[in-house]
Nanobody, 121 residues
Framework: QVQLTESRGGPVQAGTSLTLSCVAS????????MGWFRQPPGKQRELVAT???????NYADSVQGRFTISRDEAKYTVDLQMNVLKPEDTAVYYC???????????????WGRGTQVTVFS
């Protein structure tokens, strides 16, 4: 079993910064991808940013240039540095990982429980 534990979000003022952290624990061979998704109020869950084990990244257009994702593969952590936050960034943020497990090296998707980020103006 794999668990993803996110740091606490919280209310933040527009224009400021916040960093979310997530750590993976449990039994697995390796983590192929770690990243962040979010679900704004009344909307579907959407990609924010991901980082593969080869270092390649993928960002949503809405956060490009403002958010930065980073990973520490030795510590199984992923951070999301969020700068110049806007009210439209308000959402529940979920940590996500694609994890390789078992002797057949099968990949599984795991999600954190989510953490609320509210940006007020």
């Amino acid at each position: 079993q794999v668990q993803l534990t996110e740091s606490r979000g919280g209310p933040v003022q527009a224009g400021t910064s916040l960093t979310l952290s997530c750590v993976a624990s449990g039994s697995f061979t390796r983590i192929k991808v770690m990243g962040w998704f979010r679900q704004p109020p009344g909307k579907q869950r959407e990609l924010v940013a991901t980082m593969s084990s080869d270092g390649s990244t993928n960002y949503a257009d809405s956060v490009q240039g403002r958010f930065t994702i980073s990973r520490d593969e030795a510590k199984y952590t992923v951070d999301l540095q969020m700068n110049v936050l806007k009210p439209e960034d308000t959402a529940v943020y979920y940590c996500h990982a694609v994890v390789t497990i078992g002797p057949w090296s099968l990949d599984y998707n795991y999600w954190g429980r989510g953490t609320q980020v509210t940006v007020f103006s």
